[in-house]
């Protein structure tokens, strides 16, 4: 990767992969086909050969640090390092085996345990009698039930697993694109395969989807741009030749051509790099990372989002429908969502990269970025009855560099639902920002991901929390978690969405609830330190999701309803559901996707927070960097 260019690399790596074809053969060629596949066979992706194990038990590395995998790396590939084990009381389990592996693998381990020194049983038959230990939590009938019905949902290509089909509901005849494997969909599937130890269904998914990601430049209008990563692939058997006597297996992307309104995913290619990191500190696969071909998949990501245009803001200039809400709901511009999974991708990417003469360039970049976006948000998105205030009071038409009113935002903008609705304490990250426009509205999976991203300060993320629990009968109610609030009602709603006959008052995309947002609420909380909300909100979701049969989303101003067209034994509901249950059992767990505050990014940045609000501009950074 010396100095080389992304299409350099791109090409390299595409020399190195060789597509997957399994033939399915007739029966009458099927026994010479399957001696000839023996010899013959060549795999698409190296495997990893399994780590070697202590022989007490099974080991899986978790959360493997730098200085592990570097000290891995210079003592051998023979070598085995253990990963010591946290030393939070939370993590703290008694007996031999450690605790990520007691909690996933309870009944994958031998009788036999290592030898104890006497010294060491004496101090342990101690540690017994002043805290005996508690038994492991039994798995309840829903939480079994949630992996039958995951299980169910995985797919395989070439014999091997690589995602999750959308939905996989037996009673429904119409499957349009519900049984392809989504990028965002399959994000809490991996997650909770992940944490039960099963990484090689999330490996493979990485893989296979890099293999789909758009290598090329063109200028064809219709073909995606490169670096692009697909909404979605779905698996296709096609006929080898006219005989129809051999098969084979082919993955089918589709990058937002078969999409309602034909908008490219600007989202799936943040999930990726997001999954990635997780995969890479969950199982300490450093190998992986480190391969040409994911190197290159994070550059071109980034490349095509680091890209410079005609806008004048730090954010990512994106289309409407570019996101989890992929219907028309006035989103274009900077929605919040793309901003917080864009920050999030950035300080994800700046860990994961190799630092060498041909990635120095983007690295500096990515820093200039972070600096620079985070600001942004923290200081301009942020609202509360403070800022409230402030924006009742603006002037407008101010052409200076001094200017308050940076956006010429007008005072009449402020909704009167919101003048009622914010709380005294508390606050909230606003759902878009332009020129003469603030989208007051409350996104739940921005605001949840720009707390465990790190994108707000601290104190904001309390606030977030905060105006969450104040306004629990609005935002969760019976049903976690509002995808937005509130919903766009009559001339609003026809004029903003065209009379979108889905995306009616309170139900999916305008105003509906959303279970898979369930574990990114926990994933906030338990980052702030608040377990006592996620609780609450796993309670009132295990109520109901199994007797209502796992479906998509719900209607109504409180989520009473299921779902006009909502999908029964939907994924990510499935999946987001188990993955809150780990994370709250074990919150350490946690890390893999969560980012410290970095106080080194604003510093960087020539308009640092202060109570002055120092003007943003090409000057001051020019004189900042003097």
């Not at 053969?25 to 780590?51: D, E, I, Q, Y």
């Not at 969909?185 to 998914?205: H, K, Q, Y």
Request: glycine fraction near 6%; hydrophobic fraction near 40%.
């Amino acid at each position: 990767m010396n100095g080389q260019t992304p299409m350099g690399l791109a090409a390299a790596a595409a020399a190195a992969v060789r597509p997957c074809r399994r033939r399915l053969l007739s029966s009458a060629s099927a026994a010479a086909a399957s001696k000839t596949a023996a010899r013959t066979a060549t795999p698409l992706f190296p495997r990893l050969p399994h780590p070697h194990h202590p022989p007490y038990g099974r080991r899986l590395p978790f959360l493997v640090s730098a200085a592990s995998q570097s000290q891995a790396s210079q003592t051998g590939p023979d070598t085995h390092v253990l990963v010591p084990v946290p030393s939070d009381p939370r993590a703290a389990v008694s007996g031999n085996l450690p605790f990520f592996d007691r909690v996933l693998f309870p009944d994958s381990f031998p009788l036999e345990t290592p030898p104890v020194k006497e010294e060491d049983a004496a101090a342990a038959q101690t540690d017994e009698a002043v805290a005996p230990a508690a038994p492991l939590r039994q798995e309840t009938e829903t939480e079994r039930e949630a992996w039958r019905l995951l299980r169910r949902a995985v797919v395989s290509y070439c014999g091997e697993p690589v995602g999750t089909v959308a939905a996989e509901d037996p009673e429904c005849t119409e499957t349009l694109n519900y049984d392809q494997v989504f990028i965002r969909d399959f994000v809490p599937s991996a997650l909770a395969f992940l944490m039960r130890g099963e990484t090689e269904i999330v490996r493979n998914f990485l893989l296979h989807t890099l293999q789909l990601q758009s290598w090329e430049k063109t200028v064809d209008c219709y073909s995606p741009g490169q670096g692009l990563m697909p909404a979605s692939f779905k698996i296709r058997t096609l006929p080898l030749d006219e005989n129809n006597e051999g098969f084979e297996e082919v993955l089918d992307p589709d990058f937002g051509e078969a999409a309602i309104g034909r908008v490219a995913p600007v989202d799936s290619g943040l999930w990726w790099i997001i999954l990635l990191r997780a995969y890479s500190k969950i199982t300490g696969d450093s190998a992986l990372l480190e391969r040409v071909d994911v190197q290159t998949g994070i550059q071109l990501i980034l490349s095509l989002c680091l890209a410079d245009g005609f806008d004048m803001f730090p954010t990512l200039l994106v289309t409407d429908g570019s996101c989890m809400i992929d219907r028309r709901m006035g989103i274009h511009g900077h929605p919040l969502e793309i901003q917080a999974l864009f920050y999030s991708a950035l300080r994800c990417s700046r860990e994961m990269l190799v630092v060498n003469d041909g990635s120095k360039n983007l690295i500096r970049a990515i820093n200039n970025r972070l600096s620079a976006l985070s600001f942004h948000i923290r200081e301009y998105y942020w609202v509360d009855m403070k800022k409230i205030n402030e924006i009742y009071r603006y002037k407008t038409e101010e052409y200076s560099h001094d200017a308050t009113n940076k956006f010429n935002i007008y005072p009449e903008q402020i909704p009167s639902w919101l003048v009622d609705w914010i709380p005294e304490k508390g606050g909230y990250l606003i759902g878009n920002l332009q020129p003469a426009h603030m989208d007051f509205r409350f996104f739940s999976l921005g605001n949840l991901w720009a707390i465990a991203s790190s994108l707000t300060t601290p104190k904001q993320a309390e606030g977030i929390l905060s105006l969450i629990e104040e306004k629990w009968d609005d935002l969760i109610a019976n049903m976690p978690l509002k995808i937005c609030y509130p919903a766009m009602e009559d001339d609003e709603w026809r004029i903003i969405t065209g009379s979108d006959p889905k995306n009616t008052p309170w139900s999916y995309h305008n105003g509906g609830s959303w279970p898979t947002l369930l574990w990114q609420f926990i994933l906030a909380c338990i980052k702030m330190g608040r377990p006592e909300l996620a609780r609450r909100a796993i309670t009132v979701a295990e109520e109901r999701l199994s007797d209502d049969k796992w479906p998509e989303y719900y209607d109504t101003r409180s989520g009473r309803f299921i779902g006009k067209q909502s999908r029964s034994y939907q994924t990510w509901t499935i999946a987001g559901f188990l993955t809150s249950k780990m994370l709250l059992e074990n919150p350490e767990l946690a890390s893999i996707l969560t980012c410290d505050e970095d106080l080194e990014l604003l510093e960087g940045c020539a308009c640092c927070l202060s109570k002055k609000r120092t003007r943003c501009s090409r000057r001051a950074a020019k004189s900042h960097a003097a």
